[in-house]
C-alpha cells in the first residue's frame, strides 16, 4: 500500500549544492507533478509530467529540473540550491478517475 | 484563467457544532472540484471530490462539499466537528479538458475545533 513515496524526508543544504528529490509511486499512474508549498502560498506546481519521456513546467519552475524516464519515477533536481529554494516539497500522481494523490513531503533547507 | 479563493485563512469552532469552509473558484467551462486536508508535518489527504451529477458529494470522514454553479462556490462542510478534524484544509479546481491532473490550489484554511 506504498503510494506515492518520497526521499528524503528533510534535508539540509548549502548554497550552490545541487540535489535530487526522489520520487516513486506504484499505481501505474501517467500524470506525476512535483509542487512547493510555502506558507501563506498554497500549493505551486513547479513541473509535471503526462508520461514517460514528457515533461513540461509549472508555475515555478526556475531552478528545478525533472525528468521521466520511466512510468513510476519521477526525480526532481535542484541544480544550485538557493535560500529562496528552502520549503516543502510535494509529489504528486494522478490517474484517469481525476484524483490526484499525494507523498508525504520533503522539508528542504537552504543555508 | 483557472483559480480559487478560499476567504478565510482561519476558522475556528466548538466540538460538536457545525462547520463549513469557504471555497470559490474561477475557470472556463465546467470544473472539476476538490477538497484535501494536511494534518502537520504530512502531505495532502484527499477528502472528496466533484465531476458531475449530484450537487452535495459526501467523503471521507463524515465530510461533504455542496457545489453551486451560480455562486461558482464549493464549500466544505461537517454537522459535528472534532478535534481531530483541526488541521489544514484545500480547496483545488481543475478545468475539463486541461491537462490531467493539473491542479490549481487555494492558500489553505486553518480549521481549529477547540474542545
Known amino acids: 500500500n506504498a503510494g506515492v513515496t518520497q526521499t528524503p524526508k528533510f534535508q539540509v543544504l548549502k548554497t550552490g549544492q545541487s540535489m535530487t528529490l526522489q520520487c516513486a509511486q506504484d499505481?501505474?499512474?501517467?500524470?506525476m507533478s512535483w509542487y512547493r508549498q510555502d506558507p501563506g502560498m498554497g500549493l505551486r506546481l513547479i513541473h509535471y509530467?503526462?508520461?514517460?519521456?514528457?515533461?513540461d513546467q509549472g508555475e515555478v519552475p526556475n531552478g528545478y529540473n525533472v525528468s521521466r524516464s520511466t512510468t513510476e519515477d519521477f526525480p526532481l533536481r535542484l541544480l544550485s540550491a538557493a535560500p529562496s529554494q528552502t520549503s516543502v516539497y510535494f509529489c504528486?500522481?494522478?490517474?484517469?478517475?481525476?484524483?490526484?494523490?499525494f507523498g508525504e513531503g520533503s522539508w528542504l533547507t537552504v543555508v | 484563467a483557472q483559480s480559487v479563493a478560499q476567504p478565510e485563512d482561519q476558522v475556528n469552532v466548538a466540538e460538536g457544532n457545525p462547520l463549513t469552509v469557504k471555497c470559490t473558484y474561477s475557470v472556463s467551462g465546467n470544473p472539476y472540484l476538490f477538497w484535501y486536508v494536511q494534518y502537520p508535518n504530512r502531505g495532502l489527504q484527499f477528502l472528496l471530490k466533484y465531476i458531475t451529477g449530484d450537487n452535495l458529494v459526501k467523503g471521507s470522514y463524515g465530510f461533504e462539499a455542496e457545489f453551486n454553479k451560480s455562486q461558482t462556490s464549493f464549500h466544505l462542510k461537517k454537522p459535528s466537528a472534532l478535534v481531530s478534524d483541526s488541521a489544514l484544509y484545500f480547496c483545488?479546481?481543475?478545468?475539463?479538458?486541461?491537462?490531467?491532473?493539473?491542479?490549481?490550489f487555494g492558500r489553505g484554511t486553518q480549521l481549529t475545533v477547540w474542545p
Open positions: 509530467s503526462v508520461g514517460a519521456g514528457i515533461t
Open positions: 504528486a500522481s494522478g490517474g484517469r478517475k481525476n484524483t490526484i494523490y
Open positions: 499505481m501505474n499512474h501517467e500524470y
Open positions: 483545488a479546481v481543475r478545468a475539463r479538458g486541461s491537462t490531467l491532473g493539473r491542479l490549481y
